[in-house]
């Protein structure tokens, strides 16, 4: 490291010349920007509120290099800033570390750590060139200032540089002024010494106490105050139904010491430097959690601004410009590990992330504060989908032991199967099929009744409700929690500019020719912020460029189902050809062809997952909660398209446009339209729906994701293994816990894990009616699925960045979106798919006796074989008897009647019939769930009535502390002045007397973390008091 004189520039920068990307303008993304220098390419280097960094002259390697600012000198601020930079190669320092998570002093904590990847310059010196075509020249300078540019510097040599190079020297300077700012808003920063040729350096970050307070009062971050109070509920029934179930419950409860009692609950008050006599401030180190302090810092990286990087605001845009490679938080240590260094990480590990405690509760509270309240939120939600999916699958189970108990008894399957009935049917393809009788799909018929049965019926009707109830159940929950986390009444935080929009905006105003960075800064009027923002007509190639991508992604996907349809027919026929195949085609095909959709399902998932990425990413999205809001929506149609079009094919298509014998439809003049078996679409419908769910969650969401992740870490330890210099000096010292850390995948959100539950979501919901084992086998992948993402975000992910959210946003809107779907899906799978409605219509209006005999051979039409097309006849029949009528599944009229092959009376009666129902159906289900709704408030009323209770112990508590500091305050001034009149001729006295008193009033400002002790022993000792200073408790 080159060092620096008192009073030089702190980049090292002094050149000539005014870089035109210096002078741009800052964008208004930001509600609150830390001052940040501006630098240009000048002799000198302008001060910053009379602070200059002295620095030490050079030091050799593992030696401990302070940058201190004196507060004596300077005066505007008490903190020091500690800059240490540690040679990773020496085997003593790191031995003598007592813990990974704190700086060498072994006192201050790593709160946050930057990494970016390094080259030092292979060049060599120029000794002098007559070219006129040099190389790139850096000037490194020795410490001295004020010369001229162009005046010879003792000490300076000239180096040759490459591109490379002048690239890396640019970041470099880029990363000191990013560096700089974050001490000058009071970070603390530790680095290691880039002694190697290339190499990944760690910038430990740590947030002072002054700078948590400040920002905490900033952000409004709610902490607990002294007093403490036990919720007590009501015992009403449903209150005593909770304590047997919590006993019951009781040994599947996870083994976390610190969320043991939850009836006793802190008051927790925003954040003010002005009321810390409110805190239980015991320790200053603990007093913000690791994750509460690793927010405030982000949310400082993410405002500090950098002005050689053509003024970026935050460390994300410093990443997007490679500048630096990565930004995270620690984890709290290894999750193996002996037991008696316990930290949150290894409880996390121990009692929620391993499989083996698969059938215990997961401990939200302590998600929550290791994770943050966002991810709390997901496995919460997680959670309770997962424990609806069990009433879900029971009620499933039973309706298909239903149809296996009831099979025998079926009568329209006993008609089909029975050989004397000798229904002859129509040849299913052209030439090379034969007439066949309908017993011989008896097999299908029977297995229909197993999922086309009356049970099905109020199933369907009841996962209606039930995914209301789940719905409702949630909004409870998520209301629960917040009033345990202090999620109520916080305010939504304005989020700062993604680095690509400041690029699009910054362009937009290249262009314009509105560079002044003096305007910018100074005039803040309505209409200026207007042109600092991108409006509808910069946006419009984006959202044109968005429409028709996704219409074509659809288009492709409708494609590929035609195309599977067409598979299907030509591989039909192609089979029908061979007699020793012919008896197995349409179960041949129909696997197949389902396994194909599987197949190119998973591969369009991937490919429309980074299609959706990019669309966004042209829409130029302000903020990251914009970005994600549009991604999701995006990725969830196309997903959803992709998921399901196949099955709405099946489900409502297929079989209705076939035609009928001697007037087929065909594909391409050669093939016919597929029909349905002869027991319905409803048997191939479950068949579809079971082996996409089953593959999508087995391949996909299982095999992804454990596969690629420890893949792509093999690659990254290969990579660092074969970089030059990497691992010799990994092998000398024990890795530290940044390094550590930088070895595990980043995090990339929640969108994927709350993707695959939405999609699982509507498999459940939207044909349950077709497949009644949907929620068994959702709720079996479950179980499984929150351990998996458990071991992933504690072993496998770096750890993410707190965020306070209230719910979990957009997610919910589409949840509701598929429940209402749901309905209208069912009842058209019901109406149309099934046969429930031609049977009630057959017993109720054509029957004899009021039953189902005679079913089939009502729904079978009559048609005349001597009136099939020419070269359709079958070809070489083996049929045992001649054929002169052939019976096809429709309602027409028979070939002696006047309008032979006419829709008849019956195909109208069951069309309205199947109309009526979807209307009553929807109506009475939609009624249903609105009167479930109604009835489920969405706040519970025990926490609502706390939340009411808590206001007003706030109240309490806020104005007995302020009156007992008022009481204080007035005895000791009366104290004072009752000092100084008792002793008048002692003036010396006198003046130490007041001098201890001031003194105490500054130290209970200036540590405040003694105050509240102090005040409170003082109000003991005045009032008689037994109340504890520390833990007051009220009974609600």
């Known amino acids: 490291m080159a060092t620096r004189a008192h009073g030089e520039c702190p980049l090292g920068t002094a050149q000539t010349g005014v870089s035109p990307l210096l002078d741009l303008p800052r964008l208004p993304c930001s509600p609150r920007r830390m001052p940040s220098r501006t630098v240009t390419r000048e002799a000198s280097c302008p001060k910053h509120s009379g602070l200059n960094l002295k620095v030490p002259p050079p030091l050799s390697p593992g030696q401990l290099r302070l940058v201190n600012r004196d507060p004596e000198q300077h005066g505007t601020t008490s903190s020091s800033v500690i800059n240490n930079f540690l040679d990773p190669n020496d085997p003593t320092s790191s031995e003598a570390r007592q813990s990974r998570m704190h700086f060498l002093d072994n006192q201050r904590k790593v709160d946050y750590v930057l990494v970016y990847h390094y080259r030092n310059r292979g060049g060599q010196p120029v000794q002098g060139s ?96 002294k007093k403490m109070y036990e919720i007590k509920s009501k015992n009403t029934i449903t209150a005593k139904f909770n304590d047997i179930v919590q006993k019951l419950t009781l040994p599947l409860l996870p083994h976390i010491p610190e969320h043991s009692n939850n009836k006793m609950k802190n008051l927790s008050y925003p954040f003010s430097r002005e009321k810390l006599y409110l805190y239980n401030i015991k320790d200053k180190d603990t007093f913000f959690n690791n994750a509460t302090r690793s927010r405030i810092v982000h949310e400082i990286l993410k405002r500090t601004s950098c002005s050689r990087a053509n003024n970026v605001m935050g460390i994300n845009s410093l990443i997007a410009h490679n500048i630096y490679e990565a930004a995270y938080p620690l984890h709290d240590g290894e999750y193996e590990g ?123 009707i009841f996962m209606a409700l039930w995914a209301t109830m789940f719905l409702e159940n949630w909004k409870r929950l998520q209301m629960r929690l917040g009033y345990f986390w202090d999620l109520t009444g916080i305010e939504e935080e304005e989020e700062h500019c993604r680095p690509e929009y400041e690029t699009r905006v910054r362009k937009k105003i290249l262009k314009q020719h509105q560079t002044h960075v003096q305007k910018m800064e100074t005039e803040k009027n309505e209409s200026e912020d207007e042109d600092d923002r991108l409006n509808w007509k910069d946006r419009l190639p984006g959202y044109l460029m968005n429409f028709a991508s996704i219409l074509f992604m659809i288009a492709l996907t409708f494609s590929i189902v035609f195309g599977v349809i067409v598979y299907r027919s030509t591989v039909a026929a192609a089979l029908s050809l061979n007699k020793s195949t012919r008896s197995n085609v349409r179960a041949t095909v129909t696997a197949t062809a389902v396994l194909l959709n599987l197949i190119v399902i998973l591969i369009l ?90 593959g999508k969650q087995l391949i996909q969401n299982n095999i992804f994701e454990i596969g690629i992740p420890k893949l792509k870490k093999l690659l990254r330890k290969l990579k660092d293994e074969t970089e030059p210099g990497e691992t010799a000096s990994s092998e000398l010292k024990q890795p530290e816990q940044w390094d550590l850390d930088y070895s595990l995948e980043p995090y990339t959100g929640l969108t994927p894990e709350y993707m695959e539950m939405i999609i699982q979501f509507g498999f459940v919901s939207l044909f349950v009616a077709s497949f009644p084992l949907a929620p068994l086998f959702a709720l079996l992948n479950n179980v499984i699925e929150i351990r998996l993402d458990a071991k992933k975000f504690v072993t496998e992910l770096r750890r993410p960045d707190a965020v306070r959210t209230k719910d979990i946003g957009i997610w919910f809107d589409i949840l509701s979106g598929i429940g209402k779907f749901s309905v209208i899906s069912n009842a058209f799978v019901i109406a149309v798919t099934s046969d429930f409605i031609p049977r009630l219509v057959y017993q109720y209006s054509y029957s004899h006796n009021g039953t189902l005999h005679g079913f089939i051979d009502h729904t079978l039409s009559y048609f005349n ?103 204080m305050t007035d005895s000791s001034q009366r104290s004072q002045s009752q000092g100084e009149r008792g002793s008048p001729k002692s003036p010396t006295r006198s003046t130490r007397h007041s001098s201890r008193l001031s003194s105490c009033r500054s130290s209970r400002h200036s540590s405040p973390h003694v105050s509240p002790h102090t005040s409170q022993s003082q109000r003991r000792s005045q009032r008689g008091s037994h109340v504890s200073s520390t833990s007051q408790h009220t009974v609600v």
């Open 130 to 225: 007559s070219s006129g075509h040099r190389a790139p020249l850096a000037v490194i300078s020795n410490g001295e200032m004020g010369k001229e540019p162009n005046a010879s510097r003792q000490g300076d040599m000239m180096i040759e540089m490459g591109p490379q190079d002048a690239l890396e020297e640019e970041r470099k300077e880029q990363r000191e002024e990013f560096e700089y700012n974050l001490m000058e808003a009071g970070l603390e920063l530790e680095k290691d010494l880039e002694n190697k040729n290339q190499g990944s350096s760690f910038v430990r970050i740590h947030a002072p106490w002054q700078v948590l307070t400040r920002e905490a009062e900033f952000l409004k971050i709610k902490v607990p105050t």
């Open 338 to 460: 002996p037991e008696t260094d316990m930290n949150d990480r290894k409880l996390l590990y121990q009692e929620w992330a391993r499989y083996g405690v698969f059938y215990k509760f997961q401990p939200i509270d302590l998600i929550r504060k290791y994770f943050g309240e966002k991810i709390g939120l997901y496995f919460a939600w997680l959670g309770l989908y997962t424990a609806f999916l069990i009433p879900a699958s029971l009620i499933g189970v039973i309706v298909f032991l239903y149809g296996c108990a009831t099979i025998e008894d079926d009568i329209p399957s006993k008609e089909m199967c029975d050989e004397k009935n000798g229904f002859t049917m129509c040849p299913l393809c052209d030439k090379s099929c034969d007439y066949w009788n309908l017993s011989s799909a008896c097999g299908t018929a029977r297995a229909s009744h197993l999922f086309d049965n009356p049970a099905t019926v109020f199933f369907s």
């Open 605 to 694: 998932d991937e490919i429309y997952g980074a299609v959706a990425k990019w669309l966004t990413k042209i829409e130029v999205p302000r903020t990251e909660e914009s970005f994600e809001q549009r991604l999701i929506l995006k990725a969830f149609l196309l997903k959803f398209v992709n998921a399901y079009s196949s099955i709405f094919y099946v489900a409502f298509f297929k079989g209705r446009f076939v035609g009928r014998p001697g007037s087929y439809v065909y594909v391409f003049d050669n093939y016919r339209m597929e029909e349905c078996a002869p027991g319905g679409c409803l048997m191939e419908l479950c068949l579809q729906l079971s082996i996409i769910m089953l």
């Open 865 to 967: 074989v001597s009136q099939l097309k020419e070269g359709t006849q079958p070809q070489n029949s083996n049929f045992d008897q001649e054929v002169l009528f052939c019976r096809f599944k429709d309602y027409r009229e028979p070939p002696w009647a006047p309008n032979q092959y006419e829709f008849s009376k019956q195909y109208w009666s069951v069309l309205s019939a199947r109309l009526a129902f979807v209307i009553i159906f929807q109506n009475l289900v939609m009624f249903l769930s609105v009167l479930v709704d109604w009835m489920i408030p969405d706040i519970p009323k025990d926490i609502s009535d706390q939340i009411k209770k808590e206001k007003s112990l706030l109240v309490d508590f806020f104005l007995k502390e302020e009156n007992e500091k008022l009481k």
